[in-house]
């Protein structure tokens, strides 16, 4: 199989196109510049915190963000979060480390120990026995609660993500399968309804390029990254939406991208139908640390009451 644009040996076959090592690239940079710039996700004047763990897609993303920042000299930092997972998150840090000191990234790390007092391995038993709750559903409320939080105070004025095409599929059918219309409203190359202080603008330019391609883009720009999953993956809703998407793509190619691109249609109408519902009603803020939420306390800090967690305030 040669590359469609030269005679090379091709390294990827899609969307009907073979590429060689060097096209691959320039293809992944080029869609992930255009998804930046046409979508408005970084502007002059913004402070741009990278959400980062290690792992393939956030290299990837935070390859191209500070690319893209440089070229535009916007600023640029990472943030990781370490919810303390032995055997795995230490190892995806000490590889976010070597590639941040290559690439003259600064880094910033805040871990579940020093902010809610113990780490993910110590709190999941508890969870899963006493509250009946997946490890990945407190990973979930703790880590997009130090992100926002941590983005905030660092002073940053967009908060970038790593995810993928495949996980924007994933987030829209388990939405649509729990019947949660209103949280498929807040999906799209933008996270959110509406603006508020309390959060940092959350955005994804790698929204159009599959894992697949990430996968291999992190091969081969040679990112010394372990190409492993959270030990507590299998236990997610997630995981089970995500292979069966998976098996429906082996037999029809494309399908991932027909998920996506038929949400993108309907989600104007998503946003103006639930933006609506939502200014009718008063944006309360949490009793407890202020942040805003839907009640009088947040997710964040009900979850650390029923662990019965001791808040760190730094």
Sequence with gaps: MKCTKCDKKAVYAGQGQNYCKSHFLEYFESKVTKTISRNNLLEKGDKVCVATSGGKDSLAVLYMT????KKYDIECFALAIDEG??????HTLDDLRIFCEKYDV?????SFKDKFGDTLDNIKDKAITERNKKPCTVCGIFRRTLL??????????????????????QSFMMNTLLGNMSHNASLGPITGLSNNDKFVARVKPLYFMLEKETRLFALLKGFKVEFTECPNINMSFRAVIRDEINAIENKMPGAKNGIVNSFLEILPL????????????????????????SGEVCNSCKLEEELSLVKNVN
């Design 85 to 90: 997972i032995a055997g795995y998150r230490d």
């Design 148 to 169: 926002n939080r941590s983005a905030r105070e660092l002073g940053a004025t967009k908060l970038v993500t790593g995810h993928n095409l495949d996980d924007e599929a």
């Design 106 to 110: 600064k880094l910033h790390v805040v």
């Design 66 to 69: 500070n690319l893209y920042c």
């Design 270 to 293: 998503l946003k103006e139908h639930y933006r609506e519902k939502k200014q009718k009603r008063t944006f309360n803020y949490c009793k407890k640390c202020n942040d805003a939420c």
